[in-house]
C-alpha cells in the first residue's frame, strides 16, 4: 500500500526543483508517515521511530528496484518471525517462544526498538549490495516518474 503513495509522491516531485533522488527521499517520507499513522495507537516514540526508520528503508526498496515485491517479502518475513514467532519486545502475548533470563527483566521497548533498527540496517546493506551487483549501481528507478494510465475504451 505504501509504494503507492511513494509512486504519487515521487510523480509530483521530480522535475521540479529536486533531483530525482531528493524528490524519492521526500516521496519516502511521505510513505513512512503514512505507517506511522497506521501504527500511532500501537507504541511510543522508539516504536514509532522504528516504524519511520522502516518506512523509509522498504520505500527505498521500491524506488531501487521498481517493484514492490522485496518489501513485500521482507516486512512479511520480519513481522511473521520476530513479531509472532520470536519476541523481540516486552510482552510475550503475541509469540509463540518468549525466552526469559532469570534475573533479567523484560527487554524495554526502547531496546527492543534499537535492536531492531540495528537489524534493519543490517538488512539495508544487504539488499543495497544486491541491488549494486544486480543493476550495476544504486539509483531511482527512472520510470517510477511516469504516471501509469490506464485506459479504458
Avoid at 535492536?115 to 544486491?130: E, N, P, R, T
Amino acid at each position: 500500500m505504501r509504494t503507492y503513495q511513494v509512486k504519487n509522491a515521487l510523480e509530483g516531485l521530480a522535475g521540479k526543483k529536486q533531483t530525482l533522488s531528493g524528490a524519492g527521499l521526500l516521496a519516502v517520507l511521505v510513505g513512512a508517515s503514512w505507517s506511522i499513522i497506521g501504527h500511532l495507537a500501537s507504541g511510543d516514540f522508539s516504536f514509532l521511530v522504528f516504524i519511520l526508520v522502516t518506512g523509509m528503508i522498504y520505500g527505498v526498496y521500491f524506488l531501487w528496484t521498481g517493484r514492490a515485491a522485496l518489501a513485500i517479502a521482507l516486512h512479511f518475513a520480519w513481522d511473521f518471525t520476530l513479531s509472532s514467532i520470536f519476541q523481540l519486545g516486552s510482552t510475550s502475548e503475541a509469540s509463540v517462544y518468549y525466552v526469559r533470563i532469570n534475573g533479567m527483566p523484560d527487554f524495554p521497548s526502547e531496546m527492543s526498538s534499537t535492536l531492531g533498527i540495528a537489524a534493519k540496517v543490517i538488512g539495508f546493506l544487504l539488499v543495497l549490495w544486491w541491488v549494486r551487483n544486480r543493476e550495476g549501481k544504486i539509483r531511482v528507478k527512472e520510470d517510477l516518474v511516469s504516471p501509469n494510465l490506464i485506459i479504458i475504451s
